[in-house]
């Protein structure tokens, strides 16, 4: 057997906290506590660990003589003076705060508004590539979604049949997504399932 | 020079290093990219020690009670173990870190997914069925007439995902007819939810987009006389 005390840490540990959620029993309940507040600080250190590694792999990338990457300076930086700032100021800190407000934000927002054009390229290229009946039909319901998310249909809604045939058309995707929602519940639970029974052992890499 | 001009003036040169892309993969995105993940690794690091490993782990093990100290000893220990990872030669020293970290975890996305998205979904398809006692023969008409393309959406899009396959006389794999069938009503389904959330991401990308514009625009005039 591979990992054995790993794996009954892992069995052990998943089955308490299972059971502690959903078995009555009075004693369960404590043990899924102190087991849940003892993971939140481990999966901390584990946050940090991969931090550690991120700069790891750009010290390493700067210091290649092969492959340098010259980029991977300003990352550093960035993380230094950050960091610093963070233990020097306090998280709570209005000026910290700035870092997310000023650098931040910015960024993903500017990143979020890149998405229209590459997105808008993107389907232009699927609907050159894929002309079957099902582009043609996943085309359509954008172009339709996005003119019912538009608002323009709104005026249109005292209409006698076009609230019912906006309301029709709106559960079609509820319809979909539910399916695909209850396909993702049904894989988390047979992934978990398999690591609870032991079948699965990710961590004994 | 105050503080909130040069603030501004960071984010208005981080915006437009940021949307330099749409000219294509260039330096000045680069730049923007590696600043970007850079503060957000540092921003997270101070985070996560401030409220969640200091309070939790050094703050209880240095001044807690016996009993504190106590129930801190072992997430102490294990993410010690943790940070054996970092290390190629000691790497296996942190696996029983991370078999509880993944234990726990499971255990967690289970319960979370029978309790938070199968119950919840299932209540949802089956509402529309429970007709109430005040409504007409239309309305409950049409709640039904809903609640079935519902109901024939959400187990035709289960069944498109459904892979598994008999095998014929002549060595071929295929599904059953009537699971043909319904996978073929679920690729419909698939194809518009698809479609509607693709549209619901690029309204709200554009709505970024904009905001971004509007945010150099504003920035220009206030501080260019």
Same mark, same amino acid.
């Not at chain 2, 995105?29 to 409220?51: D, P, Q």
């Not at chain 2, 106590?70 to 010690?80: G, K, M, N, R, T």
């Given at each position: 057997m591979r990992a054995p005390i790993s794996t009954a840490i892992a069995i052990a540990t998943g089955l308490l906290v299972l059971f502690g959620a959903f078995l009555p029993i009075p004693v369960l309940l404590p043990i899924r506590q102190i087991l849940?507040?003892?993971?939140?600080?481990?999966?901390?250190?584990?946050?940090?660990?991969?931090?550690?590694?991120?700069?790891?792999?750009?010290?390493?990338?700067?210091?290649s003589a092969r492959e340098r990457d010259y980029y991977s300076i300003f990352l550093l930086l960035a993380f230094v003076a950050t960091f610093a700032a963070g233990l020097i100021l306090s998280p709570t800190d209005p000026d910290f705060q700035k870092i997310v407000t000023h650098i931040q934000f910015p960024v993903e927002a500017s990143l979020m508004g890149v998405l229209t054009v590459t997105l808008t390229y993107?389907?232009?290229?699927?609907?050159?590539?894929?002309?079957?009946?099902?582009?043609?039909?996943?085309?359509a319901s954008t172009i339709l979604f996005l003119i019912l998310l538009s608002g323009v249909l709104n005026i249109a809604e005292?209409?006698?049949?076009?609230?019912?045939?906006l309301a029709a058309l709106n559960t079609l995707p509820i319809a979909g997504a539910r399916g695909i929602l209850l396909g993702i519940a049904l894989g988390s639970i047979t992934t978990g399932l398999r690591i609870l029974i032991g079948a699965d052992r990710p961590y004994s890499g | 020079m105050d503080a909130d001009f040069v603030w501004t003036a960071v984010a208005f040169i981080l915006t437009l290093l940021t949307l330099s892309y749409l000219l294509g993969d260039n330096?000045?995105?680069?730049?923007?990219?590696?600043?970007?993940?850079?503060?957000?690794?540092?921003?997270?690091?101070?985070?996560?020690?401030?409220?969640v490993i200091v309070p939790r782990l050094v703050f209880p093990l240095i001044f807690g009670n016996p009993t504190e100290k106590?129930?801190?000893?072992?997430?102490?220990?294990?993410?010690?173990l943790l940070l054996l990872k970092l290390f190629p030669r000691l790497t296996s020293l942190g696996n029983p870190s991370m078999a509880f970290l993944v234990g726990s975890g499971a255990a967690v996305i289970v319960g979370g997914a029978v309790s938070g998205t199968l119950f919840g979904q299932i209540r949802g398809a089956i509402q529309p069925f429970a007709l109430s006692q005040s409504s007409s023969g239309l309305q409950a008409g049409g709640q039904l007439i809903?609640?079935?393309?519902?109901?024939?959406?959400?187990?035709?899009?289960?069944?498109y995902f459904q @892979?598994?396959?008999?095998?014929?006389?002549?060595?071929?794999?295929?599904?059953?007819?009537?699971?043909?069938?319904?996978?073929?009503?679920?690729?419909? @389904?698939?194809?518009?939810?698809?479609?509607?959330?693709?549209?619901?991401?690029?309204?709200?990308?554009?709505?970024?987009?904009?905001?971004? +514009?509007?945010?150099?625009?504003?920035?220009?005039?206030? +501080?260019?006389?």
């Open positions: 849940l507040s003892w993971t939140i600080p481990v999966a901390a250190t584990a946050g940090l660990i991969a931090i550690l590694n991120l700069l790891s792999v750009h010290w390493r990338k700067l210091n993107a389907s232009i290229r699927l609907f050159q590539r894929k002309r079957g009946w099902l582009a043609v039909l996943f085309t005292n209409i006698p049949l076009v609230k019912e045939l | 330096p000045l995105f680069r730049l923007a990219a590696y600043l970007f993940v850079g503060a957000s690794a540092g921003y997270v690091a101070v985070i996560l020690l401030f409220e106590l129930l801190a000893v072992v997430p102490a220990v294990l993410s010690a809903s609640g079935l393309i519902l109901a024939i959406g959400t187990v035709s899009t289960l069944i @892979f598994s396959a008999r095998r014929k006389a002549n060595q071929q794999t295929s599904r059953s007819t009537p699971v043909q069938m319904a996978a073929f009503v679920g690729q419909i @389904f698939i194809a518009i939810t698809l479609g509607a959330l693709y549209a619901g991401v690029l309204a709200a990308a554009l709505t970024a987009l904009i905001e971004r +514009f509007d945010f150099l625009r504003t920035t220009i005039q206030t +501080f260019l006389p």
